[in-house]
């Protein structure tokens, strides 16, 4: 029978390193396929190949790809040996399957330490598996509602997947009360992370995601605020407040289009100045969440610190394409909070710009976009003149050009495309840069399709 | 002219999009040169409703909704009876279409008492409707309305109601009877939330006409270009044949 059982995983392994292959062979990526090939022969494989590898879970709503971008960095940095599902392929079966082609055909694994980014709904199934050593919280938005439902719903989630993990520390986010909440419902060590100060000069209108008490329903009051719901906020009749952090960004000397400088304060007193090489007030979360997994690893901090100004930024989120010239940066947006993030980012910048908004409707960019009302595009008109032409496409485009109509942009001024090469062909017959925004497989597409014209890394790649 | 809005609770019942309904009344009233002024009530203010001509209700989530059933039962309930009543119009989606009549079972039984307004009453079951659906309104010309639904309350009209539409793809109020929404005096009920109206302008003008027509006696909407909100329309209704 032990006999049987090793057969067993040596079988699921090798079937799912051979449906890997195969699909490269064919020019093609994806982690789905091989994985549920493998958890088809042995359902508990993940387990098993799992077992003495020093695991990091990073989960929630926005962030999780960068966050995992900057944690890789630092492992680098550290002279840690790891690997990190890297083609954001965050399903129990895609983790699996990254467990799998890191280790060899008895299941063990070729690196010391894993880093794992996991979807918010599958974390519960991924922890059942993983023993983790640490759990990054980046925050609980209002997302995709017929995936996710309401955010309440996403926070149980996170919790009953935190249960499966007793050995974890956590590392929460001490300015949303959504997630510094999972604190109070989980017995597990905490690192709370933070940001002392206000994020942007001006911020969007926004809805905000949890106006009322976790604990008593009463309406919050706050201090400040960063954005979303995030910030300094305190319940006024039950008490509940923002935990002060052991990892805060104390300062932010600078934050423009490229970049941001940050002085991160530690518990112990001791501060740390940062560079952050990727623009925009929700990577300066990202940045500290990965400063706070840096300390409960036991990894030095000026040296996590200066990991973040080196980093490369996952696909789509907020990279850069030169192409004949032009300047196209890509910008994934998947729900109002991340969205309503970009405009700030946007809105802040100073050089002309056209924007382009590529909506699908799969199931993994959200089959519903009614999300697309509450982002506050009525803000990029403050940009005036320097947005010189806005841009729709994908599987829904008629609706995106709709909400900027209703928004308040000329008719005149936004363009629709039905295709990948229509718009990009546009983007690059004007004389300014384009910001693109594209959903999840709309993003996709597009790199796809610029991989293949320009020949850029694939995704897998 | 001027039409006021009175939007019920923006700050609580704010589900996916439901302000895009808001946004899409006033701007096709600024742009046929009708003032037109949105106010937000919420938990604690007092509501009048002579101070409005058409109110919103959206949806909310489970954990808001129960903020909002002591406030409605101190007052708010009998005002907003009373004006639907009163030929005021209203247009209430998913959660605040459920409000408005008279309780909600959820699954495992318990009740929980609404406003009454409406001869109706939800119950709720474990399997959610979700998707694109699309209905058809006898009452309106035989315009089909396109829309997303994501409920898991089952709605049931009594005699008192009719509903607003039949269902040709989707759910609908409860899956079975092929009903969708609300009609009663002037109020407009459905369960298509989030980019309702944008996308189905016929509607929007249909709502806003009942509402001019209760304030002003009359009310000539003069045509808009609306190609852009009509493709999205026809898109939508092509991939639900």
Redesign the interface.
């Known amino acids: 029978m032990r006999l049987m059982s090793k057969l067993r995983v040596m079988a699921a392994i090798f079937a799912c390193k051979a449906a890997r292959l195969g699909l490269r062979l064919l020019g093609r990526g994806g982690t789905d396929f091989p994985g549920r090939v493998a958890l088809k022969l042995c359902p508990d494989l993940l387990g098993i190949l799992a077992k003495n590898v020093t695991t990091i879970l990073v989960t929630g709503t926005n962030g999780k790809t960068t966050t995992s971008r900057m944690i890789e960095q630092a492992l680098v940095d550290s002279g840690i040996s790891y690997f990190a599902n890297k083609s954001g392929a965050n399903l129990l079966t895609g983790v699996t399957a990254e467990f799998c082609m890191h280790s060899n055909l008895f299941g063990r694994c070729r690196h010391d330490y894993a880093l794992i980014e996991s979807d918010e709904a599958a974390f519960k199934a991924i922890s059942t598996y993983v023993d983790a050593k640490a759990i990054v919280v980046t925050n609980v938005f209002?997302d995709q509602?017929?995936r996710y439902g309401?955010?309440?719903h996403t926070l149980e989630n996170i919790q009953i997947g935190i249960s499966h993990s007793p050995n974890a520390t956590l590392c929460l986010n001490a300015d949303d009360s959504l997630c510094a909440s999972l604190a109070e419902s989980c017995p597990n060590p905490v690192c709370f992370y933070g940001v002392n100060v206000s994020v942007y000069a001006t911020r969007v209108q926004e809805?905000?995601d949890a106006?009322?008490c976790i604990r008593c329903?009463h309406?919050y009051v706050y201090d400040y605020v960063t954005y979303g719901h995030l910030g300094g906020y305190r319940c006024p009749n039950c008490g509940y407040s923002r935990p002060k952090p052991q990892v805060a960004v104390s300062a932010i000397a600078r934050s423009d289009a490229d970049s941001s400088e940050l002085t991160f304060r530690f518990e112990s007193g001791e501060t740390y100045d940062a560079l952050v090489n990727l623009p925009g007030g929700y990577n300066i979360y990202n940045a500290c969440s990965c400063m706070a997994v840096g300390s409960v690893l036991g990894l030095d901090p000026a040296t996590v610190a200066g990991s973040l100004g080196r980093f490369e930024c996952g696909f789509g989120r907020m990279e850069q394409f030169e192409i004949e010239g032009h300047k196209l940066r890509m910008i994934l947006i998947k729900n109002p909070a991340g969205c309503n993030q970009v405009l700030n980012f946007l809105v802040g910048t100073s050089s002309p710009v056209v924007f382009a908004a590529c909506l699908n409707d799969g199931a993994q960019d959200g089959?519903?976009?009614?999300?697309?009302?509450?982002v506050d595009f009525e803000r990029i008109l403050d940009m005036g003149d320097r947005l010189t032409g806005v841009y729709v496409s994908g599987r829904?485009a008629?609706?995106m050009?709709?909400?900027f109509?209703?928004a308040g942009v000329p008719?005149e001024k936004?363009r629709?495309f039905r295709d990948n090469a229509s718009l990009i062909d546009a983007c690059l017959k004007q004389p300014e840069p384009v910001c693109i925004m594209p959903t999840y497989t709309a993003m996709l597409s597009l790199r796809g399709y610029l991989s293949k014209t320009y020949g850029f890394k694939q995704f897998w790649e | 002219m001027e039409l006021r809005i009175c939007h019920l609770y923006p700050?609580?019942l704010?589900?996916?999009?439901?302000?895009?309904n808001v946004?899409?009344l006033k701007?096709r009233l600024n742009w046929r040169g009708i003032d037109c002024t949105v106010t937000g009530v919420s938990?604690g203010q007092s509501l009048n409703a002579d101070d409005y001509d058409l109110f919103f209700i959206g949806g909310g989530?489970?954990?808001?909704q129960?903020?909002l059933l002591d406030d409605l039962a101190g007052g708010k309930a009998a005002e907003i009876r009373a004006a639907v009543e009163d030929g005021k119009t209203f247009l209430a989606i998913c959660g605040g279409y459920q409000m408005l009549g008279a309780y909600y079972k959820t699954w495992d039984g318990q009740q929980c008492d609404f406003i009454g307004a409406l001869d109706l009453y939800t119950e709720g079951e474990q399997e959610r409707l979700?998707?694109?659906f699309m209905f058809q309104c006898p009452d309106i010309g035989g315009l089909t309305v396109v829309g997303?639904e994501?409920h898991s309350g089952r709605t049931y009209l009594g005699s008192g109601v009719r509903p607003l539409g039949t269902v040709l793809s989707g759910g609908g109020n409860n899956g079975r009877d092929r009903t969708e929404g609300a009609r009663y005096l002037n109020v407009f009920a459905s369960y298509s939330?989030?980019?309702l109206l944008?996308?189905n302008p016929v509607l929007a003008d249909k709502i806003l006409a009942t509402a001019l027509e209760r304030s002003y006696g009359e009310a000539e909407l003069a045509p808009l270009?609306d190609r852009?909100?009509q493709?999205?329309h026809d898109?939508m209704e092509r991939r639900l044949r």
Not at chain 2, 61 to 64: G, S
């Open positions: 209002r509602l017929d309401e955010v309440t809805v905000s106006p009322y329903k309406e089959t519903d976009v009614s999300w697309i009302w509450d829904r008629d609706d050009a709709v909400r109509k209703y008719v936004i629709v | 700050d609580v704010n589900l996916y999009g439901d302000r895009g946004m899409c701007n938990v989530q489970d954990f808001e129960e903020v979700i998707g694109n997303f994501n939330h989030g980019c944008p996308k270009d852009l909100e493709a999205a898109a």
